[in-house]
């Protein structure tokens, strides 16, 4: 499967994605990344791994509606099938997310549906949880709220700063999407109406 990455960022999970995709029996290949922040970082990676980028940013629409559709093209023009959000810091639009649901995925920093939006870390600190980590789900018009594809757990531990505990979750979200994108690839994860329909997988 043709894989686009959209990031705002560091692309650390999007670094992950194209590690995994060299793999040879892996089901999906990066086709291009699309930042919608010019200084992304994660656009230098995925330069030097020799993958097409673009930079779409939403200052140069009039609309959030335009600066999806330009989105949108992109995808098209790159022969996407599937995208990847990997610290996209934008919400996209209810028409945008209707045309690619069921073919794009999140990475979200918690284990849904607790702790939605931002400020993850911070925010399992202060509830006290013991365990905290990761989530893959496709992407519906609730944010962070499509269904799981899949999740990883780690241990909170009684030093943890927000930032400790980001980089023990990090560390997880790159093994998990790299997993979570096989499955949905494969064919072997889709979506269900609000839920997820597993195939060809054993317990
Ligand atoms: C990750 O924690 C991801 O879960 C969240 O934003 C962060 C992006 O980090 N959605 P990176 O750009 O992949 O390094």
């Not at 560091?10 to 919608?36: H, Q, W």
């Not at 010019?38 to 791994?49: F, K, M, Q």
């Not at 531990?157 to 690839?185: F, Q």
């Amino acid at each position: 499967k043709r894989v686009a990455v959209l990031i705002s960022g560091r692309g650390s999970n999007m670094t992950a994605l194209i590690e995994s995709a060299k793999e040879p029996d892996y089901p999906a290949e990066i086709v291009g990344v699309i930042s919608d922040k010019v200084d992304a970082p994660g656009l230098h990676i995925a330069e030097a791994a020799g993958i097409a980028t673009k930079v779409l940013e939403r200052r140069d629409y009039q609309t959030k509606e335009a600066h999806d559709l330009a989105i949108d093209a992109t995808l098209h023009a790159l022969g996407a099938e599937l995208v990847c959000l990997a610290g996209y810091m934008r919400l996209l639009t209810t028409s945008f997310v209707r045309e690619w649901q069921g073919r794009m995925i999140n990475i979200h920093p918690a284990l849904l549906p607790l702790f939605r939006g931002l400020d993850t870390h911070r925010k399992a600190l202060e509830a006290g949880v013991r365990l905290h980590g990761c989530s893959v789900h496709f992407v519906t018009a609730e944010m962070d709220g499509g269904p799981i594809i899949a999740q990883a757990a780690v241990p909170v531990l009684p030093d943890d700063s927000p930032e400790s505990l980001s980089a023990r979750v990090l560390k997880a979200e790159h093994r998990l999407y790299p997993m979570a994108l096989r499955l949905v690839a494969e064919g072997k994860a889709r979506i269900e109406g609000d839920k997820v329909r597993f195939e060809g997988m054993t317990a």
